[in-house]
């Protein structure tokens, strides 16, 4: 079983950043993707970053790129994402998942588990 625990959630003002962390525990494939993903209220969830363990590829919504950065440490899969320059409508509850191939879509079909959220809000 393969759980995920998102962190780093919180109120920011407009312009601020903030990182968000995603612990992966369990069994993990020898190549996978680990995406963001984001609901605001109302709003469908949509994906916002992901990166491949195979070869180390970022990929980006055109909302976040030159913003938001992700990356990884191996050493105990965990995921970062670098959140500058927020915005007011970057507000959402924030979500990590993973699926078990190194292909990284943005669409939230495409993986097989999935964190708990972290409300992410940004005052204008």
């Known amino acids: 079983q393969v759980q995920l625990v998102e962190s780093g959630g919180g109120l920011v003002q407009s312009g601020g950043s903030l990182r968000l962390s995603c612990a992966v525990s369990?069994?993990?494939?020898?190549?996978?993707?680990i995406g963001w993903f984001r609901q605001a209220p109302g709003k469908e969830r949509e994906g916002v970053s992901c990166?491949?363990?195979?070869?180390?590829?970022?990929y980006y919504a055109d909302s976040v790129k030159d913003r938001f950065t992700i990356s990884r440490v191996n050493a105990n899969n965990t995921v970062h994402l670098q959140m500058n320059s927020l915005k007011p409508e970057d507000t959402a509850v924030y979500y990590c998942?993973?699926?078990?191939?190194?292909?990284?879509?943005?669409?939230?079909?495409?993986?097989?588990?999935w964190g708990q959220g972290t409300q992410v809000t940004v005052s204008s």
């Open positions: 369990g069994y993990i494939a020898d190549y996978y993707a």
């Open positions: 990166i491949s363990s195979g070869d180390g590829r970022t």
């Open positions: 998942a993973t699926r078990l191939s190194a292909i990284c879509p943005l669409s939230i079909v495409y993986y097989d588990y």
